[in-house]
């Protein structure tokens, strides 16, 4: 199965709920992938939180075009 993010919501300064085509739904903290020209922007929690679904690639996108594959993010620990 090839998996998709269906649904994003922003829960913490570098957090998010995320659901997947799966049925797996968790909270994951993005801060430690954020690194690099691409995510620096999303180091300010404001721009963090401006992050939006992209149905048609089936993950999550920032305004600068950054992005994360869904399996990295399906790979993530659960945020406590």
Do not use: C
């Amino acid at each position: 199965m090839i998996v998709h993010v269906t649904e994003v919501e922003v829960v913490g300064p570098h957090s998010l709920r995320l659901a997947f085509n799966d049925g797996l739904k968790k909270r994951v903290n993005l801060f430690p992938l954020l690194d690099g020209p691409v995510f620096l922007p999303l180091q300010d929690p404001e721009y963090f939180s401006s992050v939006r679904l992209d149905a048609e690639v089936g993950t999550v996108v920032w305004p600068n075009q950054a992005d994360i594959a869904p399996e990295t993010l399906h790979d993530l620990p659960e945020e406590k």
